[in-house]
């Protein structure tokens, strides 16, 4: 048994929670916050057996889109001033970490 950690960015949630249902992937979903952006995340907690992990990051690539968005740097995000120009960045997609599960129970 694995337990996959899924931080996606909010906007993908609903549609990740929607593929989650549909394949019948038990998962509990928790809202939480990017420190370098400091932007909604979402975090999807799955306990899975070991055969169905690739299945549930393929659900989770497919559904996790990375997009370009425009900032406006400060000082204190890059620690030193800068212009007040905006700056192209990539944010979205998907962050995954694939634990093994020394025991489970469920009461």
């Known amino acids: 048994m ?3 950690i899924a931080i996606v ?3 993908d949630a609903t549609r990740l929670q929607r593929a989650f249902v549909k ?6 979903k ?3 916050t990017g420190s370098f952006l400091s932007e909604g995340n979402t975090t999807f ?4 057996d070991d055969q169905h992990v690739k299945q549930v990051l393929r659900i989770v690539k497919e559904e ?3 997009r370009e968005e425009y900032m406006n740097p400060n000082m204190m995000m890059t620690g030193f001033d800068v212009s007040r120009q905006p700056v192209q960045i990539t944010v979205g997609g998907a962050t995954c970490f ?3 599960v020394e025991e489970f129970k469920k009461f």
Request: overall charge positive.
């Open 2 to 4: 694995k337990l996959i």
């Open 9 to 11: 960015q909010k906007e």
């Open 23 to 28: 394949a019948n992937v038990p998962a509990t």
């Open 30 to 32: 928790l809202s939480t």
């Open 45 to 48: 907690m799955i306990g899975i």
């Open 64 to 66: 996790s889109k990375a």
């Open 98 to 100: 694939v634990i093994p």
